[in-house]
């Protein structure tokens, strides 16, 4: 019966005690992340099935109350070749940027157009400028919202003073006074066969949730790992002391 006492070593007890809740703590939060990420992909399921409306004539109110992935149409021209460049954009283990445009609707109003994707030079000082189509165009997209605010380190708009511009992050304050004009309070990714789309296989969330149960797997897989290491430390070789 001596050999079954449980006398851990109090370094492992401590230890352990301690990493164990965060473990199972973050295993908790993985899964909720999961939950989050499979409500926002039915979200967007849900809300493609919906026709497309078109942003010509919406008001202000309207516009900023649309909600990300809402398909909408838009009747208009690309506006000049003042183009923004998203900077740092990945693709299939490529590097390269965004390309953002002013798109002036037929009423008059702008708003900024994500073309796609479109991969990096060799040589960073070449930035590429692919032309838009010109002319009245009718166009087809869903509305961007990002999920949070964008984290930024540095200087948003490179500021050489030529075109195309790097950008780091979108902030319509900023192309507002760039472009100089007022632009709605929406974004738009061009769908796959409007006009000017580059590559445009939008991803609705960046980490699919089964990434996220994965993760829980592991950290609760930690958890058990620890508990066992508490009563091997506990229990070995204590028949022999």
Same mark, same amino acid.
Request: with cysteine.
């Given at each position: 019966? @001596? @050999?079954?006492r449980f006398r851990?070593d109090?370094?492992v007890l ?11 703590g973050?295993?908790?939060?993985q899964l909720?992340r999961k939950a989050e ?13 919906l @026709?497309p409306?078109?942003?010509?004539g919406m008001?202000?109110?309207a516009?900023?109350?649309l909600?990300?992935?809402?398909q909408v149409?838009?009747?208009g ?7 923004v460049l998203?900077?740092n ?6 590097v390269g ?7 002036t609707?037929?009423?008059?109003r702008?708003v900024?157009?994500?073309r796609g ?5 060799m040589?960073r000082?070449?930035?590429?400028s692919?032309?838009?189509p010109?002319?009245?165009l ?6 961007y ?12 708009l490179?500021?050489d ?9 979108v902030?319509?304050p900023a192309?507002e006074a760039l472009w100089?004009v007022?632009l709605?309070p929406v ?5 796959a066969?409007?006009?000017g ?10 980490v699919?949730p ?12 930690l958890?058990a790992?620890l ?6 430390s ?8």
């Amino acid at each position: 019966m @001596a @050999a079954l006492r449980f006398r851990p070593d109090l370094r492992v007890l401590v230890l352990a005690l301690c990493a164990i809740p965060l473990c199972f703590g973050l295993g908790l939060w993985q899964l909720d992340r999961k939950a989050e990420k499979e409500a926002l992909l039915d979200a967007d399921r849900q809300t493609r099935l919906l @026709a497309p409306i078109p942003l010509e004539g919406m008001n202000r109110m309207a516009v900023a109350g649309l909600p990300s992935g809402r398909q909408v149409r838009l009747r208009g021209r690309y506006s000049d070749d003042r183009v923004v460049l998203l900077d740092n954009r990945v693709h299939e283990g490529r590097v390269g940027y965004e390309v953002l445009m002013r798109f002036t609707l037929t009423d008059g109003r702008s708003v900024v157009v994500n073309r796609g994707w479109t991969p990096a030079g060799m040589d960073r000082q070449d930035l590429p400028s692919p032309a838009a189509p010109a002319g009245e165009l009718a166009i087809a997209g869903v509305v961007y919202r990002p999920p949070g605010a964008p984290l930024l380190l540095g200087e948003n708009l490179s500021s050489d003073g030529g075109w195309p511009r790097l950008a780091q992050v979108v902030s319509l304050p900023a192309f507002e006074a760039l472009w100089g004009v007022e632009l709605l309070p929406v974004r738009v990714r061009l769908m796959a066969r409007a006009p000017g789309a580059l590559v445009t296989d939008w991803p609705v969330v960046a980490v699919p949730p089964e990434r996220h149960l994965g993760y829980a797997v592991q950290w609760f897989g930690l958890a058990a790992a620890l508990l066992v290491l508490i009563l091997y430390s506990g229990f070995a070789h204590r028949g022999s002391r």
